[in-house]
């Protein structure tokens, strides 16, 4: 059974830096594309960024040139470092994974199945 675990939110001062990460199980990590969502209250949930099974990545307008995704295979685990933060980045962010997701549609929360909890952001301004 697959299971996406996040941890590492947690709150910071507007302008400092988190890396919250996403471990995996239950499957063979290396054959899934992997993403990172979040849904701040009242709002839609948004793609952040993306990384296929190949490690070709994607960002949202909206966080490019400030988060930066990655993974190390060896531990099934993938991270999202967010720099300079700002209060329009509060939110509870999401890993995602799924074995068939077309580059297109790396951001697209409807093609992924497997689903972690989520982890709590909030940036103070």
């Known amino acids: 059974q697959v299971q996406l675990v996040e941890s590492g939110g947690g709150s910071v001062q507007s302008g400092g830096s988190l890396r919250p990460s996403c471990t995996a199980s239950?499957?063979?990590?290396?054959?899934?594309?992997m993403a990172w969502f979040r849904q701040a209250p009242g709002k839609e949930r948004e793609g952040v960024a993306a990384i296929d099974l190949y490690g070709y990545t994607r960002y949202a307008d909206s966080v490019s040139g400030r988060f930066t995704i990655s993974q190390n295979n060896a531990k099934n685990t993938m991270y999202l470092q967010m720099n300079n933060l700002k209060p329009e980045d509060t939110a509870i962010y999401y890993c995602?994974?799924?074995?068939?997701?077309?580059?297109?549609?790396?951001?697209?929360?409807?093609?992924?199945?497997?689903w972690g909890q989520g982890t709590q952001v909030t940036v103070a301004s």
């Open positions: 995602a994974a799924d074995r068939n997701v077309r580059w297109t549609r790396l951001l697209d929360g409807s093609q992924y199945g497997y």
């Open positions: 239950g499957y063979t990590y290396v054959t899934y594309n």
